[in-house]
């Protein structure tokens, strides 16, 4: 790899951990790119070679992923929508409708008890919402990674051998 193309990632990298950081802010493209010294366009592909989707992909993404942790814990439909950085209700329920598979109203009178006692680094994970092939295989991977923090939970919650074998097979299956 040349020098050029490890510098590329680095910019890449620190743009996505912005974009992580900042979701509720107003971001756009053009302005990752510029922090990322690369024009709109390079920026834009490069980002989607690397991480297997587009930038703006990404931030909606993260922002719907956030959302669901506010809709589980009972925050409003409006109020959530502003909290993650959208600007208008509509959009923000089509893309949450579109991503999640039903609408943030519906998403947050689900009973949302058992990820109470889920590790957080489980929850966040089951939760994410899959937009692309490689994200639901890299998905699974860490379902894999993280099924040691759910065998820990089992032992101290006193759950049956036979249950925590299935689960560290099949992690929280929705």
Known sequence: MTPEAIADLVHLRRARDFMDRNYAQ???????ARGAFMSTAHFSRLFRS??????YT??????????KALLRQGTTVTDTCFAVG??????????FTEIVGETPSQYRRLDHRDFEVVPSCVAKQRTRPPRTRARAQRSSEEARLCRECWLDLSIDTGESAERKRSEATYPLTP
């Open 58 to 67: 990404y931030l909606m993404t993260r922002r719907i992923e956030r959302a």
């Open 26 to 32: 107003h971001l756009d493209v053009p302005a990752l």
């Open 86 to 95: 959208c600007i208008s209700l509509g959009s923000f329920s089509s893309r």
């Open 50 to 55: 690397t991480y297997g989707e587009t930038p």
